[in-house]
T-cell receptor, first 113, second 115 residues
Framework: GNSVTQMEGPVTLSEEAFLTINCTYTATGYPSLFWYVQYPGEGLQLLLKATKADDKGSNKGFEATYRKETTSFHLEKGSVQVSDSAVYFCALTPNQAGTALIFGKGTTLSVSS | EPEVTQTPSHQVTQMGQEVILRCVPISNHLYFYWYRQILGQKVEFLVSFYNNEISEKSEIFDDQFSVERPDGSNFTLKIRSTKLEDSAMYFC?????????????FGQGTRLTVV
């Protein structure tokens, strides 16, 4: 079946540090991959996505590359800010209309100044 | 910017009571979803709804749960007889045509506490 595994948190960093949050997946076929972010007190928001192998999604300085050979979609940012403190969820959908997202457990990021 | 809205933001109910969680999806979206997140655990899919019927449901979505789109705008989740383990954050989401890479838009969630 389909599943997503992401690194356990919390991740605690100082401002301007480099961030990596690992995400690997198991899926039949060729899923679309997503990173969602949940800021305190808010709902889930799409951060970035990639729909095929070697695609790179990027937004707000965050990047992730769809690696089919390693079944990974690691999230990276070169220099984190305090405002990046949130919970980050890796997710996938099989590429069929209307199919639900399958989420990882979420990784809490805390950035201090 | 269009958004998914959920009410109430927090609901406390006694075990065994019925609750209805309400959602207003984005108006031109076609697929609607409910997810839940038990504190400290992953976001789990409950049910999807398309063309006025359930299109997919998880094993969590048993006979105690039901969904409805009573009019052109609302999408509701009903839990008939709540249990302590139903305490969770419930998220509603909607998407357009559900094709490859379609973004799901989420509401801010309803925190359900069963006491």
């Amino acid at each position: 079946g389909n599943s997503v595994t992401q690194m356990e948190g919390p991740v605690t960093l100082s401002e301007e540090a480099f961030l990596t949050i690992n995400c690997t997946y198991t899926a039949t076929g060729y899923p679309s991959l997503f990173w969602y972010v949940q800021y305190p007190g808010e709902g889930l928001q799409l951060l970035l996505k990639a729909t095929k192998a070697d695609d790179k999604g990027s937004n707000k300085g965050f990047e992730a590359t769809y690696r089919k050979e390693t079944t990974s979609f690691h999230l990276e940012k070169g220099s984190v800010q305090v405002s990046d403190s949130a919970v980050y969820f890796c997710a996938l959908t099989p590429n069929q209309a209307g199919t639900a997202l399958i989420f990882g457990k979420g990784t809490t990021l805390s950035v201090s100044s | 910017e269009p958004e998914v809205t959920q009410t109430p933001s927090h609901q406390v109910t006694q075990m065994g009571q019925e609750v209805i969680l309400r959602c207003v999806p984005i108006s031109n979206h076609l697929y609607f979803y409910w997810y839940r997140q038990i504190l400290g655990q992953k976001v789990e899919f409950l049910v999807s709804f398309y063309n006025n019927e359930i299109s997919e449901k998880s094993e969590i979505f048993d006979d105690q749960f039901s969904v409805e789109r009573p009019d052109g705008s609302n999408f509701t989740l009903k839990i008939r007889s709540t249990k302590l383990e139903d305490s969770a954050m419930y998220f509603c989401a909607s998407t357009t045509n559900g094709g490859e890479g379609t973004e799901a838009f989420f509401g801010q969630g309803t925190r359900l506490t069963v006491v």
